[in-house]
């Protein structure tokens, strides 16, 4: 027998063939109701984000990191020093020290941690690949009678955002992120 001879033989099964054409079957769109306000973040290399104490979303770039506010998209603050920004992210990359404010903040992406993928009310937002190595993110309400994976989901359109992709909600679950190198897609409840 060749060890290196490759082997055809399907090793899903039924229920997760299934799925993942129930996946590939979903149409990209916006956010269901009540998540309707939406701001497009444009940047060029993130690695990460998270949320400071006013559920701002920061967001690290290789170019230095930016405060935006949540609902309106305003911009807060830009600071465009990688040095400065390099030095701020902890060890781990699990935090990072915001210079502007002096708040530490838990931060996921890339290189550091995951997101909050699941709120206080059973909104839950997750990466999945039925499309290998394409990234889609679908938002699901769990708390609902007879739940079923994926049955109701809606697949976020992801715009203008490719490769890698990492998702979260803020800490209240008011808000939500999708995070790619190319910038983020912010999400809001009305």
Known sequence: MNPFKH??????????????????????????????????????????????????????????????????????????????????????????????????????????????HITHDGWMLEVIHPWWPRASVVLDQIFVPNYEYLKQAAMIDLNRLDGKIKCGFSPSGRHFVILGSGGALLYSRE
């Not at 990191?65 to 309106?72: E, L, P």
């Open 7 to 116: 082997s055809n033989k399907e090793i899903r099964t039924k229920f997760e063939i299934d799925l993942l054409h129930q996946a590939q079957a979903k149409e990209p769109t916006k956010p269901p109701h009540p998540w309707r306000h939406e701001v497009i973040i444009p940047a060029a290399g993130c690695i990460a984000c998270g949320w400071d104490a006013d559920e701002n979303l920061v967001l690290i770039s290789s170019n230095g990191y930016s405060i935006t506010q949540a609902k309106s998209g305003t911009l807060i603050h830009r600071e465009r020093d990688s040095d400065v920004t390099e030095d701020h992210i902890s060890e781990n990359y699990l935090s990072f020290h915001i210079p502007k404010s002096g708040q530490d903040i838990p931060i996921f992406g890339f290189e550091s941690g995951d997101g909050i």
